[in-house]
């Protein structure tokens, strides 16, 4: 598992229009290829009467998949352009369309390329994207008197209490970076002079909406 990447948060739409031509870009979280397909079919049936619906998906943590596909337009000036905005961006779990209603004015080849590229580019914004951090749920387990300095402790620190669990002894569920699994136990086993049990729990992934002027 990838210690972080970046994908996007979730479905977003954006249209732009140039010379006349409506480019709509749709863009989704994708998971796997079957995600991918059911989306640009998805989108292919509502928008049955358009010119061009183009597409372009990312997805494995390697980008073991990738499809391009111009759907009409001019060979390599579509997919291929809307592939390459995805992966300057470092996203991956990704698919891309754009919808292009033709307004009667030819953009050329060039042109092509820059009015996909910028579609989805402005369908990214509309989208949102995150940062993806593995993080590994740690079991602190202490008795009762230690509960009130432990937990004040762990909510000024940068780590992230997940849950507490009350029964004969209190278990906190804290979110440490994978990274960071020896430094926080060290810091546990300080805090309670060793009294803590620890018990190193799941791999889980956290994410983090970036502020949409970081540049990726």
């Known amino acids: 598992m990838l ?5 996007v948060k979730g479905y977003g739409e954006q249209e732009i229009v140039i010379e006349k031509s409506r480019f709509i870009c749709y863009i989704s979280r994708a998971e796997t290829e079957e995600e991918a397909i059911a989306f640009i079919q998805q989108i292919k ?3 049955w009467d358009a010119t061009h619906n183009c597409s372009a998906y990312l997805i494995g943590e390697h980008d073991q998949i990738q499809k391009a596909n111009d ?3 001019p060979s390599g000036t579509a997919g291929v352009p809307m592939l390459e905005v995805l992966k300057k961006k470092g996203l991956k779990d990704t698919v891309a369309v754009v919808t292009r209603y033709f307004g ?3 953009l050329g080849a060039g042109g092509l390329v820059r009015a996909y590229s910028r579609a989805v580019t402005e369908g990214l914004k509309a989208a949102g994207i995150v940062e993806r951090c593995l993080m590994r749920v740690m079991h602190v387990t202490i008795d009762y008197p230690w509960l009130g300095k432990v937990e004040n402790e762990l909510r000024a620190s940068t780590y992230m209490i997940k849950n507490i669990h009350y029964a004969d002894r209190v278990t906190f569920e804290v979110l440490v970076p994978e990274d960071g699994q020896s430094l926080f136990a060290e810091w546990v086993t300080e805090l309670t002079n060793g009294r803590a049990d620890l018990v190193v729990g799941a791999a889980e992934y956290r994410e983090r909406l970036l502020p949409s002027e970081t540049k990726l």
């Not at 210690?3 to 994908?7: D, G, K, Q, R």
């Open 3 to 7: 210690p972080s990447y970046y994908t």
């Open 45 to 47: 049936k509502k928008h």
């Open 71 to 73: 759907d009409g337009e």
């Open 104 to 106: 009667g004015i030819k």
